[in-house]
């Protein structure tokens, strides 16, 4: 699993929830960090902002649909608009949740993105 996040409370929490499911996790700092990580392959599911300095969310998730091994992807935003969750979800994002999370949903689709 990967988070990628430019808020450094949003990672640490994120990171502690899924230790706690069982899974080990990766963080980011923002999606140009992510893209140097290797193996990327590796990564079953990777949860991801939408709005971070530099790259967004978004992009990362258009770089990455590029590669042989794209994770599935899980978007959290502060900003939510009907425009971005559409473009993420045609693009083949598993879940698109505002913050703060409903983490009821966010575990659901956690696993559904890793016992696919």
Do not use: W
Request: aromatic share 6%; proline share 5%.
């Amino acid at each position: 699993m990967a988070v990628v996040d430019d808020d450094l409370a949003i990672r640490e929490a994120l990171a502690d929830l899924i230790n706690s499911l069982g899974y080990a996790g990766a963080v980011f700092g923002s999606a140009e960090d992510f893209l140097k990580f290797e193996p990327r392959s590796a990564v079953g599911c990777a949860i991801v902002d939408v709005n971070m300095p530099g790259l967004s969310g978004i992009e990362l998730q258009s770089r990455l649909r590029r590669e042989p091994n794209c994770p599935p992807m899980i978007f959290v935003t502060s900003h939510q608009d009907d425009r971005t969750r559409d473009t993420a979800l045609a693009a083949g994002a598993l879940a698109f949740l505002g913050k703060p999370v409903d983490l009821g949903r966010l575990i659901q689709s956690i696993h559904n993105a890793l016992n696919t």
